[in-house]
T-cell receptor, first 113, second 113 residues
Framework: GAGVSQTPSNKVTEKGKYVELRCDPI?????LYWYRQSLGQGPEFLIY????????DSGLPNDRFFAVRPEGSVSTLKIQRTERGDSAVYLC???????????FGQGTRLTVV | SQQGEEDPQALSIQEGENATMNCSYK?????LQWYRQNSGRGLVHLIL?????REKHSGRLRVTLDTSKKSSSLLITASRAADTASYFC?????????????FGKGTKLSVKP
């Protein structure tokens, strides 16, 4: 596609529920990143994929957060037992291998009520 | 945790004036990047400066990097109302993974027509 696509653009869920956020990277980009941005803050790193594997998952806050990229393209960020503190904009980005110029999607605004 | 800080937190100028934003960071880096964000959603990559570079230009943007002071500045010349956005610096940690960018809290720029 022309850019990084994230779905849904907005998601409201109840505390304790499970959510999945999807990211379609730019075609041909082997690197994919997930960030989380709370109101008034800069994006915070969650996880980075190189191909199908997680090259760096040091930013995942706890074991309720998990991400996959089974075919090296689309990625899904999964959050179990959501908490109100998980409310944020979840940003996905992609790039070519070896390039740190990341192209970001428009994000998914997650609200946990 | 976030790498550093941009200052000022907010900046309001008239169209045609120059805008200068500063960024400080804490660890040794490979690169420093500046991003723009409109309306709290997707980020747009503006410019990347490598640790062995001191200054870089791109159109109306001028970026400087002082690794001895661990600081960078972004200058936007002849500002336009369309430049109104939040601006973030992002660094990668020297020896760290490609995708683990550390963002500051951003400078919110308002350009009045």
């Amino acid at each position: 596609g022309a850019g990084v696509s994230q779905t849904p653009s907005n998601k409201v869920t109840e505390k304790g529920k499970y959510v999945e956020l999807r990211c379609d990277p730019i075609s041909g980009h082997t690197a994919l990143y997930w960030y989380r941005q709370s109101l008034g803050q800069g994006p915070e790193f969650l996880i980075y994929f190189q191909g199908t594997g997680a090259a760096d998952d040091s930013g995942l806050p706890n074991d309720r957060f998990f991400a996959v990229r089974p075919e090296g393209s689309v990625s899904t960020l999964k959050i179990q037992r959501t908490e109100r503190g998980d409310s944020a904009v979840y940003l996905c980005a992609s790039s070519f291998t070896g390039s740190t110029e990341a192209f970001f999607g428009q994000g998914t605004r997650l609200t946990v009520v | 945790s976030q790498q550093g800080e941009e200052d000022p937190q907010a900046l309001s100028i008239q169209e045609g004036e120059n805008a200068t934003m500063n960024c400080s960071y804490k660890t040794s880096i490979n690169n420093l990047q500046w991003y723009r964000q409109n309306s709290g959603r997707g980020l747009v990559h503006l410019i990347l400066i490598r640790s062995n570079e001191r200054e870089k230009h791109s159109g109306r943007l001028r970026v400087t990097l002082d690794t001895s002071k661990k600081s960078s500045s972004l200058l936007i010349t002849a500002s336009r109302a369309a430049d109104t956005a939040s601006y973030f610096c992002a660094t990668d940690k020297y020896g760290g993974s490609q995708g683990n960018l550390i963002f500051g809290k951003g400078t919110k720029l308002s350009v009045k027509p």
